[in-house]
Nanobody
């Protein structure tokens, strides 16, 4: 059984940096696109960033472009989200996700979800 576990969340100030990690265990997620969604209180879960198995396809939400960087190390079955210049509106629970294939991440087609990690940005 695959488990996806996030880490790295916390409380930071606006303008700070934070790195989220997501490690999958149970099997190697070969040919899976991995990435991140987030959900703020009272709002729907939204896409943040994704990266293909080969790493050559990366997609970002407009709200994080230029500030967040996604990367992965397949040998470690791990994906990272480097968050720079964070803003209070980045406050949310961040969820790691994995979907088999190379079509990006579609919220209705996710194969594996993590349990989420809280990121809180104070102004």
């Amino acid at each position: 059984q695959v488990q996806v576990i996030e880490s790295g969340g916390g409380l930071v100030q606006a303008g700070d940096s934070l790195r989220l990690s997501c490690a999958a265990s149970g099997r190697t997620l070969v040919l899976y696109t991995m990435g991140w969604f987030r959900q703020a209180p009272g709002k729907e879960r939204e896409f943040v960033a994704s990266i293909s198995w080969s790493g050559d396809k990366k997609n970002y939400a407009d709200s994080v472009k230029g500030r967040f960087t996604i990367s992965r190390v397949n040998a470690w079955n791990t994906v990272y989200l480097q968050m720079n210049s964070v803003k209070p509106e980045d406050t949310a629970v961040y969820y790691c996700a994995a979907e088999r294939g190379d079509e990006g991440l579609r919220i209705g087609a996710i194969d594996y979800w993590g349990q989420g990690t809280q990121v809180t940005v104070s102004s």
